[in-house]
């Protein structure tokens, strides 16, 4: 597995996990039937957003695309959000440590997630392994089509 | 003083507070030299996004922006914006309220600040004193001319 920039050219791949990742409504405030052309001006917007991708060969196994979380005096905090085929789940640790390290390159100083599913056990886990803590947690700010109304977690690391 | 409806004509009034916040650079994430195209284009917005101006005749002394806090299985959570002129501090309480209203009237659930600056203890005391909560703090998330590197604070209540 290779993880490099992403060009437009890995869309299609992509769009095959994140259209079911957005089916789904479980993990992601997005609207369950999000237009591709929406989903694409989210996923490709030029710098300082990054979007990487995870590869093997030429499949693309999971992307990640990382952004100041502020404009102006709240530019130094990164946040980043992580989409990966639900075939290949074990792509989130490499993405996710990949980006980490890019955003202590760039200067960021701390890395926040706004709106992580507390349902959503298996990224909580994986983002504290990765020196993550919670900050706050929004009550019921997310409604899950299985759990109802879940909290989503503020999630948070210094990169100094 | 009557809140309303905004329109494009109060835009000039707006800006001229507008861009005084932004260069002080104290309480918002903005760039400080924020051009007035990219602001015109936050404050005036399409539903579901509201935009409100508290008015004494033909007098703008503060306006207030308001839009889901996320998409999709988010978008029951509100958040919103508050710029009162310096001259006329007290306009944010009604503002607030205002806001407040009009959201459980919308439908919203709860609302919720992302990034109240922690030394703007002015604003932190008014929406204490509106009902919310502060939730979390990302430390060192806000680089104040003043104070250099402080919290920001994520703020809530309930609309139910």
């Known amino acids: 597995m290779n993880i490099r920039s992403a060009t437009e050219r890995d869309w299609p791949q992509v769009w095959e996990?994140?259209?079911?990742?957005a089916k789904e409504g479980e993990t992601y405030c997005w609207d369950r039937d999000l237009a591709e052309e929406k989903a694409y001006a989210w996923w490709w917007?030029?710098?300082?957003?990054?979007?990487?991708?995870?590869?093997?060969?030429?499949?693309v196994l999971g992307t990640a695309v990382s952004y100041p979380n502020q404009s102006g005096p709240g530019a130094h905090v990164a946040s980043a959000s992580f989409l990966v085929d639900p075939a290949f789940r074990g792509v989130g640790r490499a993405l996710g440590n990949h980006v980490v390290d890019q955003a202590r390159a760039d200067g960021f100083r701390a890395m926040q997630f706004n709106a992580v599913v507390e349902t959503n056990t298996r990224a909580v886990a994986l983002w504290e392994s990765l020196g993550f803590r919670v900050l706050g947690t929004v009550p019921e700010a997310f409604h899950s089509p299985a759990?109802?109304?879940?909290?989503?977690?503020?999630?948070?690391?210094?990169?100094?």
Chains 1, 2 share one sequence.
Do not use: E, Q
């Not at 759990?147 to 100094?160: D, K, P, T």
């Open 17 to 21: 996990f994140l259209r079911v990742i």
């Open 45 to 59: 917007r030029p710098l300082p957003v990054r979007t990487v991708v995870a590869v093997d060969g030429d499949t």
């Open 147 to 160: 759990a109802g109304y879940v909290g989503l977690h503020i999630m948070y690391r210094s990169l100094l």
